[in-house]
């Protein structure tokens, strides 16, 4: 943005939840006993907001404000952004989670 922020701006992040993949979508996986190597904890999209005491994700949103699970992974896990082993593992099985 090159231009002062208004109180638009403002509203617009604050309030607005940007879109997101669901669980489903993405093959959302929350694994008893997760021996993969792959964890949430572990991925690149996982944050853990001090605030919220919520554990989230940048690409998947589970529904009722459910927060990502540190032992799930999904098929986009990746620690660089550029590398996505489990895509094609959990390209078609889904566990669906509405
Ligand atoms: S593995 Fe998937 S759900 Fe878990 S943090 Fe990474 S992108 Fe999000």
């Not at 190597?37 to 949103?61: D, M, P, W």
């Amino acid at each position: 943005m090159s231009r002062p922020a208004e109180m638009s701006d403002y509203n617009r992040i604050v309030s607005d939840h940007p879109a997101k993949l669901t669980p489903t979508e993405t093959s959302y996986v929350i694994a008893r006993e997760n021996n993969t190597g792959y964890t949430c904890s572990e991925c690149l999209h996982f944050y853990k907001g001090n605030a919220a005491r919520n554990q989230v994700c940048e690409i998947v949103r589970r529904p009722n404000q459910l927060q990502i699970e540190s032992r799930a992974a999904c098929k986009f896990w990746t620690r660089t952004g550029t590398r996505f082993p489990l895509y094609d593992r959990l390209g078609v099985e889904v566990k669906n989670e509405k």
